[in-house]
C-alpha cells in the first residue's frame, strides 16, 4: 500500500510540474518579444526609444533572466510561482496575486452552494431511480436528465435570469456577489450538474442492488426502502470519488456561469485575462487550477487505495 | 425517431440558407429587433437580421466543425490508443499515458483558454482546442480493448499461427474497437457542440459578423432582457440538437449491447 501512495505521489508531482512547464512555455513562446509583451502599452513607456523604456527592458531581461537558457527561466519561473509571485497584472499592474485573492471567495462560495444543489438533486433522483427501476417514474427521469444534460449551462443561466429576474422580478439583476444573488447562479450550477451524478448513482446503487447481500435482505424480508439505504450506504465511498471529482468539471462551468450573472469570481477574471492578453493573469489562474484538480485527484486515489486494501 | 429529427436538422440547415429570402449578413435598419411574426418566424436581431435564417446558416458552422473535430478526435484516438496497447507498459505508452494525465489536469474550458492565448481566437483553433482534449478518452477506450483482447485465447492462437501482433489488431481487435467508439462518439459530439457553442458564447469562437449559436446567444445578451426572443432562438437550436444526438447515443447503445454499460469518459 505504502509502495502505491508513493507511487501516485510521484506521478502527481510529475503532473503538476510538467502542466507548470506548458504554462510557463505558452507564455514564453508567444511570438515576439516577452519583454516587450510585459510592459505592453504603459502610457510613460510607450515611446519606444527613450531611455526609460530601454532601461526598463533591460531590467526586465535581467529580472526574467531572459539571456540565459529556457530551462533557467523557467526554474526562475517556478521559484516565484511556488511562492504565488505571478507578477503584476498587465492591465492593472497590480500584483496577480492579491487580485486572485479578492475573487476567491466569490469564486468558493458559487461552487460550495453549487456542489451542494448538485449533490442533493443527484441523490435524491439517482435514489429514486434506482429504486424504481424500469418502472415509468425512472423512465420519466431518465428522459429528464438527458434533457437536462443537453441544454447548455449559459442557455439555463440566461433564461433563469429572464424568468427570474423581469417576469416574476424576484432576482435583481445588477453585477455583484451578495450572499442574497447567490441562490441563482448556484442553482443554475447545480442544475447542470445534478444529471450526471442522479446518473452515476443510479449506475453504482444498481450494481450494489445485484450482489448476494441484497439478495439475502429481500429473502428476509426487508422493506424496500431499507434496501435501497442499505445499498446505497455501501456505495458512499464511491460516490463520495465522484463529488470530489465534479469539483474539477465544476471550475470549468463556473466560466461560463460567472460570465453569465456577472458573478465576479475566479472564471471571470480569468475570461477578462484572456480577451485582454493579460500574461502574468492567465498563467496564475491556469496554475492554480492545475494545482486544484491535480490535488482532488490524488486524494481520489488515495481513498481508492485505502478502499482497496480494507477489502 | 432520433435519426429521423437529426435528418430533418441536417436537410434545413443544408438548403434553409439557399431557398430563404433574407440573406444572412444584410443589415437591414427598418426592421431591427423585430418580435416574431410571419415575416420572420423568429424575429429579427439588432442589426435587423432574420434570426431563423442566421440559425440555419449557423448550423452549417457549428455542425461541420463539431464533426470535423469529432473525426479527428476519433482518428487520433484509435491510432494512439492502439498504439498504446500494442506496446503495453514500453515506453511509448508511458509517454502517452503521462500526456493524458497533464492534459486531463486542466480543465476544458482552461485548457481552451490557454490555447486560445498562444494561437489566438477563431473557429479552427476552437476545433484544434476540441481535438487536444477529445482524443482522450477515445484513446483510453481503444487501449482498454486492445488490452483486455490481448489476454484472448484467439490473439494467442492468432500469435501461434505466425501472424504478426499488428495484423491482429487491425484485422481481429479493430472491428470491434469501432462498435464501441461509435456509441462512445454520439456522446462526445453533443458534448463537442455543447462545448464549441459555450467556448463561442464566451467570445473565444468565430467573431460575430459570421452566425454562430454561441455567438449569437452573446450577441443577443445586451438586449435580451427587452427581446428574449434573441436567445429564445439560437438557445433552442442548441438544445435540440444536442438532444437529437444523446437520444441518438442512447439508442445506438441499446442497440449494439443492451446489456452492457459502455464506460464513459466525461
Redesign the interface.
Known sequence: MIKKVVGKTISSIITIILASMIVFGVVRFIPGDPVKIIIGSVGELSSKDSDLYNQKVNSLREEYKLDEPVVIQYVAWAKRAVSLDFGKSMKTRRDVKDELAERLPATVMLSVAGIIIEFVLGLIIGMLSAAYYDKLLDKILRLICVVLISIPGFVVGLMSIYYFGVINKVYSISVGSTAGKLWLPAMVLGLVGAPKIARYIRANILEELGKGYIVAEIARGYPKWKIVKNAFANSIPIIITYLLYSFTTLIGGAVVIENVFSWPGLGAYALESVLNHDYPAIQAYVCITVLMIVVINYINELIEIFESCRR | MAISLLIAILAMTLFGPVLSKYDVAKQNAADRLLLPSKTHIMGTDRFGRDIFVRLLQGGRITISSAVTALILAVCIGIILGMIMGAYENKIIDIVLL?VM??LL??????LA??V???IGTGMKNLVLCIVIVYWIPFARVTRKIVCTEKQSVLYEAELLLGKRPWKIIVQAILPKIIQIVLVQSTFEL?SII?SL??LS????GIKPPSPEWGSM?SDG?AH??MY?HL?AGP?LA??IL??TI??LG?GLRDYFDPYQ?VELI?
Open positions: 503521462r494525465d497533464v489536469a486542466f480543465p476544458f474550458i482552461v483558454m490557454l486560445v492565448t498562444f453533443a455543447l457553442s459555450a458564447f464566451l467570445g473565444l446567444l445578451r435580451f432582457l428574449p436567445i438557445g442548441v438544445v444536442v438532444f444523446n437520444l442512447e454499460k466525461d
